[in-house]
């Protein structure tokens, strides 16, 4: 099989090199000349556990370039971006789908898959792309096979779920999902579902925003908490001991380019019927306020100045700051010219983030962990020594030794 994958990013680029590690040819495009000049030279541009050494491998054996024009091939994969767009409701943007649909038409023959595996409003195959696939001659489910197979893997953990999560595939007609089926059986382990397009990119949608309206409902539990004298990181262990209850974790705010982003994919397409989804969306968002708010407090308790902020990324153990809520903090804190604000993260490669973490910690006035990353977990407690007020806000409650000389605060103990 040869497949050609537009965009090679968080998704498109581990899935072009699983499929060229299970022998088929594949040619990888993108817009951006550096991403594809540094992978032909065999560097990946994003951090990824497993997925460098994967690049090495499928590059000595010739069966995966970058590109920046498709190539006709057997199967086609558009693996672009989908950001909100900027209007009332923050609905899904099609443009880069619909871009990478028109790049690869003059490329199309009769018998190839189609496959969308970005994230996109529900109908979206059936509305948009289909209608464009017939403009440019082709009888879907007999000339091309169109599918939607939706991406569901959680990133630090890509290549190992890419192989073993259970894959959606959603065709436009059934003849569509036999044919994406067994392009996925090339190296999925897990089920391989088969349904309608439509069907897919709902259940995608829904698993983001189960997630994004059960940490609201932590988050909102956490203020809650607070307010009442509460530990609530107490509550959500003992409520989670019922065999029914699974409650998430409350944090500073909710990012990354999924769960922030999908949601308002649904209440664009009815912002009438899709309330709780809504709200919980209104939730999230007022996290990175009140972990400003309550950050200030701290400070200004012992009259301090400096700030050193712990973790810019969305979550731990990655370099994504995509709608991250920490950057939204610094920014905040950073703004505001009574406080010196410093940066500290291993994984992210900015100017103005601090690499030395001696001088991050200096003279300190409180820590504020806003990142689940493995370096801050195994934090002792001297590291702390040089700061000048010993107080740790830790809203990712990651740091695991505890001793008497530092202040640790989590949500669990806020409210003291
Ligand atoms: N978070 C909390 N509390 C929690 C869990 C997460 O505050 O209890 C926060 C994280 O810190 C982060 C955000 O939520 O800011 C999202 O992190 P995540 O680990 O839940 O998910 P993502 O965005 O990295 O990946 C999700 C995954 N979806 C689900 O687990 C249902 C992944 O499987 C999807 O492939 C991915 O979205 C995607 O691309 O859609």
Known sequence: MKLCTVGLGYI???????????????????????????????????????LQDALESVLKVGKFKASLEPEKADTFIIAVPTPNKDDEYLSCDLSFVMQATENIIPYLEKGNVVIVESTIAPRTMDDHVKPRLEEAGFTIGEDIYLVHCPERVL??????????????????????????AEVYQTFVQGEIIKTDARTAEMSKLMENTFRDVNIALANEL????????????????????????????????????????????????????????????????SMPDYVTETAEKLVQKNNGKKITVFGLTYKGNVDDIRESPAMDIYEKLNAKPEYEVVAYD????????????????????????????????????????TMNTLQVFDTKNVVQEHSDEVTYINYGNLYK
């Open 222 to 285: 956490a203020k809650v908490c607070n307010k009442l004298n509460i530990n609530a990181l107490e509550v959500i262990k003992m409520a989670n001991k019922h065999p029914r209850v699974n409650l998430h974790t409350p944090g500073p705010g909710v990012g990354g380019h999924c769960l922030a982003v999908d949601p308002y994919f649904i209440i664009a397409k009815a912002p009438e019927q899709a309330k709780l989804i809504s709200l919980s969306r209104e939730i999230n968002k």
């Open 12 to 50: 498109g680029l581990p899935t072009s090199i699983m499929f060229a590690s299970h022998d088929v040819d594949v040619v990888g495009v993108d817009v951006k000349k550096e991403a594809v000049d540094l992978l032909n030279n065999g560097q990946i541009h994003i951090e990824e556990p497993g």
């Open 346 to 385: 291993p994984h992210v490669k900015l100017s103005f983030v601090e690499k030395d973490l001696e001088k991050a910690l200096s003279g300190s006035d409180l820590v504020l962990i806003l990142s689940d990353h493995n370096e801050f977990k195994e934090l002792k407690s001297d590291a702390f020594s």
């Open 155 to 180: 990133p630090g953990q890509i290549m190992h779920e890419l192989i073993h999560n259970n894959r959606i595939v959603g065709g436009v007609t059934p003849e569509c999902t036999e044919k994406g």
